[in-house]
């Protein structure tokens, strides 16, 4: 089992900054694809990032390519995701995701664990 907790979401202007990280414990998670995800009221979960095993490749969302980066340091078991630019649409949920797999891209059913979520805001 892994059990996932983000952290680092709040409330931003439109243009700011927030770096989101997953912690993850009862495994380690060095060998295992992470995503991240977000849902805004009234939609769907949609896929934002995944990074590989080794972090050597990562994958995103076309609407925040550019914008957010996604990175992970095995050695403390976490995951981040520094966004950047933020926009009034970026406010939802987000939730970050283990996979059983090395690699993994935008399917939530690629993807076995999830946190319960962090809020992020961005006002205009």
């Known amino acids: 089992q892994v059990q996932l907790v983000e952290s680092g979401g709040g409330m931003v202007q439109a243009g700011d900054s927030l770096r989101l990280s997953c912690a993850a414990s009862g495994r380690t998670v060095s060998s295992l694809a992470m995503g991240w995800f977000r849902q805004a009221p009234g939609k769907e979960r949609e896929f934002v990032a995944s990074?590989?095993?080794?972090?050597?490749?990562?994958y995103y969302a076309d609407s925040v390519k550019g914008r957010f980066t996604v990175s992970r340091d095995n050695a403390k078991n976490t995951v981040y995701l520094r966004m950047n630019s933020l926009k009034p649409e970026d406010t939802a949920v987000y939730y970050c995701a283990a996979s059983l797999g090395m690699v993994a891209r935008d399917s939530p059913a690629e993807y076995h664990y999830w946190g319960q979520g962090t809020q992020a805001t961005v006002s205009s």
């Open positions: 990074i590989n095993w080794s972090g050597a490749n990562t």
